[in-house]
């Protein structure tokens, strides 16, 4: 507790837990069922995270670092030591996650309001917010896999907070099982380090690797281990298959949870354990994350539900931020971070408003058939939600990349490194093709959401009547951060709107990979520094024409959506039905490791159960019988009660020297005495 | 006449008279007379041994404390006779046999 920042970081953490101890507690039997107790906690860590902020950008000092630990666990030479590691990285993550968390707060008061587990819900959210502070604040991979953990449990409570629907509790399952294959690689990378290196402190761990403690093979083995962890969080290929399944939990959660903190956990961790990635690691990282960029985006394109496009879109950008750690330019990787976290909760508030007023539309209408999360039931909301509209058209531009948003700074930063890399290694010419063509995707699919939800004839002309902008709770969070997504809070203070030079790029520098023969943080910023303009003539380029031909086509009408599904034939169908991944892994891996289940548990039964558990019953019942007759006649009969008769008998014998008469007792004693005399004398 | 065993005679028929009396006599009164001519038996050996063994007048010491006992003791037993007979109009100690089974 020496400083400030430690002493701040403290509260941060703690507020979010005694929040959640006291709603799961005495949530219920609170007024208004204990919400403002989860707000105020919320309001206070939110401040706590801007003073910090304040003082770093007042500070403006790049080499912000404070360390405190303790020592947890110690057993005479082996020791672990938890504790907080703050710098720079920290604080702007701190503040995503606090702002990001008072907004779903607030939100959550209109779009739950009346939900039979409100006071849970909060208690989750702050649960959620606790762990995450803690996975952000660690400095040691063993506090980080824990708090790790804690959020993979706080998603499965909220994602299945409807758990009376049966696709709400499948989801959550998904996604609690899915992130375990990904964390089974993440413990195996933990455990490898420490077998090395003897610590799970980040300090000791990049000492190590620079010391030449651990390298080679096992140090890549190591690495792309911690990055499963990464991948299953941060949803990537192939585990990307849970987070658009997240999406039945409350818009609010897919906000916070499953859009700007905790997938963004992945990356977060990626940013922290870059520098001791191998260069083969970083490859594996690069080509996962391009990927998935581009595959992710791929599917988006043709869904109608709301916030699968979104989840789709926020599975393709994590891909971009790992694709940026993986090409080494992990400083814009976290940018990316930071500006998608705004834009893309701003995003989800903006669809949970529409979901929240489509379904009060329906609701007059006593009509609960109709989804109310599906576009093509909706169009021409423009003028019904201003405020839904335009703050989510501003985070559009900066999700599609339009010059003067957030998203254009971080993604042209993630697209320059991309390039870059693949100038220097021409054989990995494929990543900036997966870059640039997610991008020009991404600027497409993100303006037909739009256009179909906001513009055009209503397709549901019946209950755009009813359609009204959300309350006060809900906009406010929309306007905020539909702001956030303006370049200018990115570059102050320069105002150069093209150019990612800011505080952030001042105060977040690249260290040096610890790794011996990886590039030099200078290399690989000089490298990015060169591909700069080119990276942004081709991605303004990309992004025109995606929303070019996103407007050409749902809004202009020249190309027939339906002649073009069915010209790409197989392809419509694949991105339709997400290229088939859970109907294939529902055939080749649960559905074999069912039967597989099935055969472990006939041996169980048939072999086991019948011959060992069966059999051991017979014999023990035989042993059982015996022992028990030898324990009626020999032990009862015999020796209990035989002692008991024996007794009985010398009582009866005793009983008659009894008399009750003094003089008799004196005449025993004396007589006693004498014989006592007499043998003595002998 | 001086020697030590004459009065260990007279100490030791005390003794045997007071045992007597103590084991025949019913009359709760004569059995603590009993009781006394034993406890003085047994002072006459201490005042003799004292005398005969050299031991200054640590035996009259004890023999003086043994006749307080013997005064305290006398009155509790009394007390116990009197109530015996106030319960049962005998002081015969045959019959004061309640606890027996």
């Known amino acids: 507790m020496e400083n400030m920042f430690i002493k701040y970081s403290f509260f941060i953490l703690f507020l979010p837990l005694f929040a959640f101890i006291v709603q799961i507690f005495f949530g219920k039997r609170l007024p208004r069922q204990g919400d403002w107790v989860s707000i105020s906690a919320i309001l206070v860590t939110l401040l706590l995270s801007i003073i910090m902020f304040s003082s770093m950008i007042l500070d403006y000092d790049k080499n912000l670092y404070h360390e405190a630990s303790f020592t947890w666990l110690d057993m005479g030479e082996f020791k672990i030591k938890l504790g907080f590691l ?14 990001v968390s008072t907004c779903t707060h607030i939100f959550s008061t209109q779009y739950l309001k009346g939900d039979i587990r409100y006071s849970r819900y909060f208690a989750y959210l702050g649960l959620f917010t606790f762990s995450m502070n803690g996975i952000v604040l660690a400095n040691n991979l063993m506090s980080m896999y824990m708090f790790w953990e804690l959020v993979g449990v706080s998603s499965y409570l909220l994602i299945g907070h409807w758990f009376e629907k049966d ?17 089974i690689g993440f413990f195996i990378g933990i455990m490898l380090l420490f077998n090395a290196i003897g610590s799970f402190a980040f300090s000791d761990i990049f000492e190590g690797v620079a010391t030449g403690l651990i390298g080679g093979g096992t140090l890549t083995l190591a690495g792309v281990g911690l990055f499963m962890g990464a991948m299953g969080k941060s949803s990537q290929f192939p585990l990307h298959i849970w987070l658009p399944d997240a999406m039945e939990g409350p818009t609010p959660v897919s906000a916070l949870m499953h859009a700007a903190t905790m997938v963004a956990a992945g990356v977060y961790l990626a940013v922290r354990i870059f520098p001791i990635l191998t260069p083969d690691a970083l490859l594996v990282v690069a080509y996962v994350g391009g990927f998935t960029a581009f595959f992710a985006a791929s599917i988006a394109i043709t869904q109608s539900d709301i916030k699968k496009v979104l ?86 531009m900066a999700i599609a990349g339009v010059p003067f948003f957030s998203g254009f700074l971080s993604k042209d930063a993630v697209l320059a490194g991309t390039l870059s890399f693949a100038q220097h290694n021409p054989a990995h ?48 969070p929309l306007v905020l951060l539909g702001s956030l997504s303006l370049f200018i809070w990115y570059t102050l203070p320069y105002y150069n709107p093209l150019s990612t030079h800011g505080w952030f790029t001042d105060l977040v520098v690249p260290r040096d990979a610890v790794v011996p023969g990886n590039l030099t943080a200078q290399e690989i910023e000089d490298g990015a520094h060169h591909a700069h303009y080119l990276a942004m003539y081709i991605s303004i380029a990309v992004a025109a024409i995606g929303i070019f031909l996103s407007w050409f086509t749902y809004i202009k009408k020249g190309l ?73 006649d020999i032990i009862d009969q015999l020796i209990v009660d035989g002692t008991g008769r024996i007794t009985a008998l010398l009582g009866r014998g005793f009983k008659n020297i009894q008399t009750g008469k003094i003089q008799n007792y004196v005449l025993y004693v004396t007589a006693g005495i004498i014989i006592l005399m007499i043998i003595q004398s002998f | 006449m001086d020697q030590l065993n004459n009065y260990l005679f007279i100490s030791a028929a005390l003794f045997s008279i007071g045992l007597f009396g103590v084991m025949t006599r019913r009359n709760g009164i004569a059995v603590l007379m009993g009781v006394e001519l034993i406890l003085n038996a047994a002072n006459i050996n201490f005042v003799a041994f004292s005398r005969f063994g050299g031991m200054n007048l640590d035996g009259h010491i004890f023999s003086l404390i043994v006749i307080v006992l013997a005064a305290a003791e006398a009155a509790v037993a009394l007390a116990i006779v009197i109530n015996i007979y106030n319960n049962l109009n005998t002081i015969n100690v045959d019959e004061a046999s309640a606890m027996r089974e």
């Open chain 1, 86 to 99: 703050v710098d720079n990285i920290t604080i702007i993550m701190l503040l995503v996650v606090a702002l």
């Open chain 1, 167 to 183: 696709s709400a509790a499948n989801a959550s399952k998904k996604a609690f099982l899915t992130n375990r294959v990904g964390d």
């Open chain 1, 311 to 396: 989840a789709y879109s926020t599975v393709s950008q994590l891909g971009y931020m790992i694709l940026a750690v993986g090409t080494g330019v992990y400083t814009a990787a976290f940018f990316h971070l930071l500006t998608h976290a705004m834009f893309k909760a701003n995003l989800f508030y903006g669809s949970g408003s529409v979901i929240h007023a489509m379904h009060h539309a329906l609701h007059e209408k006593h009509d609960h058939e109709t989804d109310p999360q599906d576009m093509h039931n909706m169009g021409g909301f423009k003028n019904k939600m201003p405020i839904t509209y335009w703050s989510m058209l501003l985070s559009t």
């Open chain 1, 429 to 476: 010419f494929l990543l900036p093709i997966f870059g640039f063509g997610a991008a020009a995707i991404t600027a497409f699919y993100m303006f037909r959401m739009m256009f179909l939800t906001f513009h055009g004839k209503p397709k549901m002309p019946d209950i755009i009547e009813d359609i009204h902008e959300s309350p006060k709770e809900m906009t406010g």
């Open chain 1, 560 to 632: 027939s959506v339906d002649n073009w599904a069915k010209r790409a034939g197989f392809l419509y169908d694949w991105s339709l039905n997400k290229y088939y991944f859970d109907e294939n892994y529902d055939k080749y891996i649960y559905q074999p490791s069912l039967r597989l289940a099935d055969k472990i548990a006939w041996i169980d039964w048939e072999v086991y159960d019948k011959y060992f558990i069966n059999g051991f019953g017979k014999v023990t019942h035989w042993a059982s019988k015996v022992s028990g007759k030898f324990d009626f």
